[in-house]
Every structure is written in C-alpha cells, then in structure tokens.
C-alpha cells in the first residue's frame, strides 16, 4: 500500500513517523484491500457509468468513472490531466461521446475499454455553472453539454467536511477496478490528508495539493448519489441535497451511432 502521508517526528531521534490519522481514507481503502474490493470489476454492460468530477483551470481535472446496483458502488475506472480544455478532455476520458467514430475506436483501444461505455448521470461541483472554460466565456455547464456530456447533476456548495463524511460512509461499500488508471485514482484517496499545524501542533482543514482533485471528484459523487448501504452495513448515505441541479441539455444534433472496436 502507497505510504501514507507523515508529519514531522516530535517524539525525538529525528526522521518522521507513519500518521494514519492525518490521511482521512488510509484505513478504510486498506479494509477494502483486505477485503478483496480491490480487484478485478470491470464494466458491466448491463448498467450506465455515471461520472464525477472535479474541474481544474490552472490544475488537475479527475473523473471518476462508477457504477451501482442500489446497495453497492463499482469504481471502474478514473481520469485525470492538467491544463487541458473541455474538448481534449472529453475526448480522451469519454471518447464515446466524439461523433468522429474512427478517433473514438482508436481512443478507446488507448484506454483498454473493451466496450464502449453507457453513460448515466455525470456530477459536476456547483462552480461548472459560473466558471468559464475555453473561448467565448462560455460557462463550463453549456460547454461540456455542447460536447454530450448530459444530463449534468449540478451539486449545491458544500463543506469539506460534508463530503469527506460522505465518502466515508460510502467507501465499505466501494468496490475498486485494479487497473493503472484506478490505483492513481485510490492513491489520490490515501493521500487526502489534513493539513499539520506547527504553531498549534494538530491538524486542521484539507490540505490542497494534487490529491485534493481526484478526492474532491469522488466526494462529488459520494455527497450527491442516492446509493443505499446494505443492511447492517452502517448508516445510511445522506441524499443528495435538495439544492441538486439537473441540466438536461438541448437534443443531441449529432446522430447517435454504435462504436465498433
């Protein structure tokens, strides 16, 4: 399992020391590990991806790619890259929404996707409908649906720890595709931790750093979906909040066609 992150050793002797409880998801993930979550659980055609994201402008945008059946959540596959626009990442991490069928084959045999994908719902953080993207001023919203990304679940604004408590709750039921893609996803996870202190010698609010997306893309979904824990399981997942946006988008222009791999 990937290091978890330290904080400066105050017992003496130098050097630094493993602090689990500045990482808020190590010892969940790692249940999971022990639990055989982390495995093989690929796509399963029979049910639509939903996405979730956290939108970078300067920084890192990740997606988490997932799927339930109602008690349990399936991981399957995770994106991210820096400094890129709307289209070249919609076109890399969701090639089955490109018209142009040829680079959407071609962009799938890239990513491994035996099947082209059904997307479902895709959650997007609050500020997808106020933050510009690309030329034209264009709120990122009617951007990313000109592009097929639809219908968008808009969350309301809410607080680190509100998310943090969400996925918390969701991840003993989280199952994760142990693919290359996924492990930078679940590494991401493990090293979402609290920032240390000095002055005050504790920890305080989430740290910020190139963890923070991928964790924040899947608070998104873990605040906003309405997947129910199995019985005895532990308590159930809070519902979205009842300022939840959905923009549906205007009709697709584009003729819908099969990709054939």
């Known amino acids: 399992m990937p290091a978890i992150p330290t904080r400066p050793n105050r017992s003496g002797g130098g050097g630094y020391e493993l602090a689990a409880e500045g990482a808020y998801y190590a ?10 979550r982390i495995g093989r659980f690929p ?3 029979c049910r639509p991806v939903d996405t979730a994201w956290d939108l970078g402008v300067d920084d890192y945008t990740a997606i988490w790619f997932v799927q339930d059946n109602g008690k349990a959540v399936f991981a399957i596959d995770y994106y991210e890259v820096g400094n890129e626009g ?16 040829r680079e959407a084959a071609a962009r799938l045999i890239e990513l491994g996707r035996v099947a082209p994908y059904r997307y479902g719902r895709h959650f997007l ?26 219908p968008l679940h808009v969350g309301v604004r ?13 991840l003993p039921i989280c199952h994760f595709n142990n693919t290359g893609r996924v492990q930078r996803g679940l590494s991401r996870l493990r090293r979402y931790a609290r920032k240390w202190n000095d002055g005050m010698q504790s920890y305080t609010s989430p740290r910020h750093d190139i963890n923070s997306h991928g964790a924040d893309a899947f608070g998104e979904y873990a605040v906003n979906c309405r997947v129910a824990l199995a019985a005895g399981r532990g308590p159930p997942v809070a519902r979205p909040p009842s300022g939840q946006v959905v923009l549906e988008g205007p009709p697709d222009p584009r003729p819908t066609r099969r990709i054939r791999l």
């Not at 070249?88 to 991490?93: H, Y």
């Not at 609050?126 to 951007?143: F, I, M, N, Y």
């Open 158 to 170: 809410t607080k680190p720890a509100d998310r943090i408590n969400a996925v918390r709750r969701l």
């Open 86 to 101: 709307a289209e070249q990442i919609v076109a890399q991490a969701l090639p089955e929404l490109n018209p142009d069928t």
């Open 125 to 150: 953080p609050h500020d997808v409908k106020v933050r510009e993207w690309g030329q034209g001023a264009k709120q990122r919203s009617l951007t990313l649906m000109g592009l097929g990304v639809k």
């Open 27 to 36: 010892k969940l993930l790692h249940a999971a590990e022990r639990a055989g």
């Open 43 to 45: 796509y399963d055609t």
